[in-house]
């Protein structure tokens, strides 16, 4: 069974910088595509960044310059460093893989999510 375990969520202040974490485990042969989404309060969840097993990668205009994603294929794991943080960053931020191949073929897999908070 695949699971996806996030950390390094917290309380940060506007200006500040986090850097999360997301290890896939499991018996994983390969993970397509690896990302970011966050969900604010009393908004839809939306996507932040992702990138391929190549290392394409794609991010939302309001995260562009400020935040970075990398990724570690022998690790299955994906890292999002957010720096200059601002209030609007706040919110709970989810881990996926997407077309993670495994004996029963690929699938889909979320994580449980991780608060991020930006205020003075």
């Known amino acids: 069974q695949v699971q996806l375990v996030e950390s390094g969520g917290g309380l940060v202040q506007p200006g500040g910088s986090l850097r999360l974490s997301c290890a896939a485990s499991?018996?994983?042969?390969?993970?397509?595509?690896m990302g970011w989404y966050r969900r604010a309060p009393g908004k839809q969840r939306e996507l932040v960044a992702t990138i391929t097993s190549g290392g394409i990668t794609r991010y939302a205009d309001s995260v562009k310059g400020r935040f970075t994603i990398s990724r570690d294929n022998a690790k299955n794991t994906v890292y999002l460093q957010m720096n200059s943080l601002k209030p609007e960053d706040t919110a709970v931020y989810y881990c996926?893989?997407?077309?993670?191949?495994?004996?029963?073929?690929?699938?889909?897999?979320w994580g449980q999510g991780t608060q991020v908070t930006v205020s003075s």
């Open positions: 499991g018996s994983i042969f390969s993970i397509n595509a």
């Open positions: 996926n893989a997407r077309g993670v191949y495994t004996i029963v073929g690929p699938s889909d897999y």
